[in-house]
């Protein structure tokens, strides 16, 4: 079993920038990939970025490319997601989820998720 803890959510104006952390505990989250996901009201999640069991390899949706960054430090048990040039479209809450076998974008692929974080955007 793993628990994951995101935080780092927060309100911001367009422009800006946040950093999402995600903490594991219960199984060392090395031994899978992990993701973000965002699900903003009234729409179905929806993939953000995924990264490798070594992290040498990352996916981005196409919305966030460029502007989201996602790591990993397997020895912290944690999973970041740097977020730069937040527009008002990335407002919504924002979940860690792990134990895929390889980089997923869809919640299917994810077998553990955290209760999510909030990011507000305004414009």
């Known amino acids: 079993q793993v628990q994951l803890v995101e935080s780092g959510g927060g309100s911001v104006q367009a422009g800006g920038s946040l950093r999402l952390s995600c903490a594991a505990s219960g199984r060392p989250v090395w031994s899978s990939a992990m993701g973000w996901f965002r699900q903003a009201p009234g729409k179905e999640r929806e993939f953000a970025a995924a990264?490798?069991?070594?992290?040498?390899?990352?996916y981005y949706a196409d919305s966030v490319k460029g502007r989201f960054t996602i790591s990993r430090d397997n020895a912290k048990n944690t999973v970041y997601l740097q977020m730069n040039s937040l527009k008002p479209e990335d407002t919504a809450v924002y979940y860690c989820?792990?134990?895929?076998?390889?980089?997923?974008?869809?919640?299917?692929?994810?077998?553990?998720w955290g209760q999510g974080t909030q990011v507000t955007v305004s414009s």
């Open positions: 989820a792990a134990g895929a076998q390889a980089m997923g974008v869809i919640p299917g692929a994810y077998d553990y």
């Open positions: 990264i490798n069991r070594n992290g040498r390899s990352t």
